[in-house]
């Protein structure tokens, strides 16, 4: 039998792990929730029984497994350090030495997002590119970046972290304390505030009636059929977020020249209407070189791309900084 | 004795040459107007006797020459793509082919900036970087950078465009054709038409009495002085500058984490005002990583970055896109 490798996706709400072949077949699957507030230490012995879980429900022992940590980590080490969505006790959690203890395997640490990133490198559009930046639009932006086949880890595991270039200079707050952040102007958050700005004031009567005029029901999913459906304001509204986050795509493009662009996360199922204004905005702002040949793509891998990152971290033994 | 490398960067104005060995050691140096109107023969003719010259000066034959040009050029057979200040002649002219043949060695092509930027790579701060980002700030912006250790060149050799970075989505048209780039807000350029602004408008007493109120007179330098002597709105135009400027290293930090930053070009002169005002910039801005190790210094070399830089090339027998 083939070698099997383990994935898991450590998130403020839940933690997913999957069991994969060293082609990125998915093998099992299963999701617990985090119960963040339990504390590190209630969080890994319930991972290591979820691990345990999925081992024998598959019958077959990981090789290793590549985490997946929503914030910063020391990669070379396998040490949480800076996890801004849950609680403080998780700065300088040796996660790998306690839970790859547990689980008598290797256990190796990166950022969600550059996880995500390997996973579309080495299973998704990414297997044929040299150079390539992941978008991943969703509650934030997060990002990775791979320069010359490699992923770009920078000293903290922490370059590529595109939701946070500055679009507008004078623009709004950013979570992370800066101001015009992509983040702040082009994420699903800022999408559907937008939306529902527009929906109370009257602008919106599709998305009115979609949502019932309910604030919490209104998703980059319901603005799109709402703009599908007519409210022109909407289709403005999300094309002018897809605009921002043309112009970090074009910056991006004019810095490093890469072949690949990939946006992933929930809001790259704006479809046409995102990726054809991204595309618009490279061709108008990269004057420098020609971009035609640029591939600007939804993710291969979906909502996958992550757990199957966690696949190629556990198969190349880890990453090493920068 | 030891092997003797030679440089040649050739610009809209002047041809600049110099022979010098593995060390970085300059031996002879020699500039010849380039008279550009005269077309690609006439200029390589040019070039070869420029050549020659320098070899009898310095009583030693070049392995191989490292050729700058002010744009773009297929780096791997070294032909002349775009010289957006030269005349459209130069478009496909097959200079490495042509001048190898008559020099009897081999001449490798590369944009100047990212030239300058294996300059500062090889011989100056950069000794010592894993990732850098190289600034040069004149009459234009022009940029390059160095991920891992190599120097990205991307399939044009033109990655590395930092000067064309959009930093104000609305802002001013820039030569390129796309609007706000970083070299319509903080090029010397820029800063000196500003300069005039403010000039003109009386706002500038004492760069008034240092230009004698010519408009032609206003530098960075002379502006850096009058600031200096007591002209307040010429020191907030200074540091405006800079803090665009610093949007884009902001920028460049947010997505490599790079190691070192080194600004060139005749606007570093401003020193400590330009510097401390980019430190600052991506102090505020980089929010998501400590950035305090990351070292932001003028070129090591100054304006001899490009000459080193063409030693390097030569040294490297060329480079290989991307």
Redesign the interface.
């Known amino acids: 039998m083939a070698a099997v490798y383990a994935s898991m996706d450590l998130g403020g709400t839940n933690i997913k792990a999957v069991l994969a072949g060293p082609d990125g077949k998915v093998l099992v699957s299963k999701s617990v929730p985090t119960e963040a507030h339990e504390g590190p230490d209630a969080v890994l012995s319930r991972m290591a029984t979820l691990m345990a879980s999925l081992q024998d429900e598959a019958g077959a022992k990981p090789e290793a497994l590549g985490m997946g940590v929503p914030g910063?980590a020391d990669v070379a080490n396998g040490v949480t350090k800076f996890l801004p969505n849950l609680p403080t006790q998780w700065r300088d959690v040796p996660v790998a030495e306690t839970l790859g203890g547990r689980l008598g395997h290797p256990v190796y640490l990166l950022n969600d997002v550059r996880m995500a990133t390997l996973g579309e490198l080495t299973f998704g559009h990414g297997k044929t590119a040299?150079?390539m930046a992941f978008f991943a639009v969703g509650t934030g932006i997060g990002?990775g970046?791979v320069?010359?086949g490699?992923l770009?880890?920078?000293?903290?595991g922490?370059?590529?972290?595109?939701g946070?270039?500055?679009?507008?200079?004078d623009g709004p707050r950013?979570g992370?304390?800066?101001y015009g952040c992509m983040e702040a102007l082009a994420s699903a958050t800022a999408m559907t505030a937008e939306g529902v700005r527009l929906m109370l004031i009257g602008l919106a009567p599709e998305l009115h009636k979609s949502t019932g005029g309910n604030a919490d029901a209104v998703t980059t999913k319901a603005m799109s059929e709402a703009a599908a459906a007519g409210d022109d304001a909407i289709k403005e509204a999300l094309v002018r977020a897809a605009?921002?986050l043309g112009?970090g795509v074009?910056?991006?493009v004019?810095?490093?020249?890469?072949?690949l662009i990939v946006i992933g996360g929930g809001a790259a199922g704006i479809g046409d209407l995102l990726f054809d204004t991204v595309r618009e905005t490279v061709r108008?702002?990269?004057?420098?070189?020609?971009t035609d040949?640029i591939g600007i793509k939804p993710s291969l891998l979906g909502d996958q791309a992550g757990a199957l990152g966690g696949i190629a971290l556990a198969m190349k033994g880890g990453l090493t900084p920068?």
């Open positions: 910063l040299n150079t990002g970046l320069v010359d490699k770009r880890l920078g000293p903290l922490a370059a590529g972290e595109l946070h270039l500055t679009i507008v200079p950013c992370c304390g800066n605009r921002y112009i074009a910056n991006v004019t810095a490093l020249h890469p072949d108008e702002r990269v004057k420098m070189f020609p040949a920068p």
